[in-house]
């Protein structure tokens, strides 16, 4: 993957992650993201975490200006502190806010959603709220980056495998249409344990790709941030 200084740091090719403040830690899901969505001029990253999501799109694209929020106070924090120890500062802002109230227009926006829905909550708020549906609803979701993305724009996210289905849904639902799919597998003889999703407001063909973790396309994929 990257290496790793201590337990909660993570150096990257061009930036650091730390997040001792944060419930949820740098993992496959949010490094596959920010190397796999499409960008543009203005860029939103829904529950940015420790914000490496945000640090990603504005490497990949220098021109960009990235929005970058979250509802908890504490990734809030680790996100401000990852951007301004980055050579991106100028260009990432980081707000604490619920997508729901956001207002703007951008032609890319990225998340990284809250996935458990069904399952019994841990009696860490912090994490339940990073992990779980129950502050930002798949509907939510699909309504707020719908009502946010640009006409020519393109909504992203990753999503485990048996979450798929409700996503999709939910995107049909608002009224976008599947413009890219990934699947993403652990090993090349077992079925995606994720899937990399894009949106767009208008008909268009869809993309279908598979990659496997540790693969030759994966490391061309990461390259420009793992060291």
Not at 49 to 57: H, N, R
Not at 77 to 89: G, I, K, M, T, W
Not at 189 to 213: G, S, V
Request: aromatic share 10%; net charge negative.
């Amino acid at each position: 993957m990257c290496s790793v200084n201590v337990k909660d740091m993570f150096q990257f090719k061009q930036f650091t992650i730390e997040q001792e403040l944060c419930a949820m830690k740098v993992g496959t899901d949010g490094v596959l993201l920010g190397a796999w969505a499409k960008g543009g001029p203005r860029i939103l990253d829904i529950g940015t975490g420790t914000g490496i999501i945000a640090l990603m799109m504005a490497q990949r694209y220098p021109e960009a200006q990235v929005t970058a929020i979250d509802i908890d106070e504490g990734a809030v924090r680790q996100a401000e502190q990852n951007v301004s120890q980055s050579p991106f500062l100028g260009r990432i802002s980081v707000l604490q806010q619920a997508v729901q109230e956001h207002l703007g227009e951008y032609e890319s926006i990225v998340s990284n959603p809250p996935f458990f829905i069904d399952s019994l909550q841990a009696p860490d708020e912090q994490r339940n709220m990073a992990r779980h549906t129950a502050t930002l609803s798949y509907a939510e979701l699909m309504k707020a980056a719908y009502r946010l993305l640009a006409d020519n724009g393109e909504f992203s996210v990753v999503i485990p495998f048996d979450y798929r289905r409700r996503m999709e849904d939910e995107a049909v639902f608002v009224g976008f249409f599947p413009s890219r799919v990934c699947g993403v597998k652990t090993t090349e003889r077992k079925p995606a344990k994720r899937y990399l999703l894009a949106f767009r407001k208008h008909p268009c063909p869809c993309q279908k790709e598979q990659l496997t973790i540790g693969s030759e396309d994966y490391q061309a994929l990461t390259s420009a941030f793992y060291l």
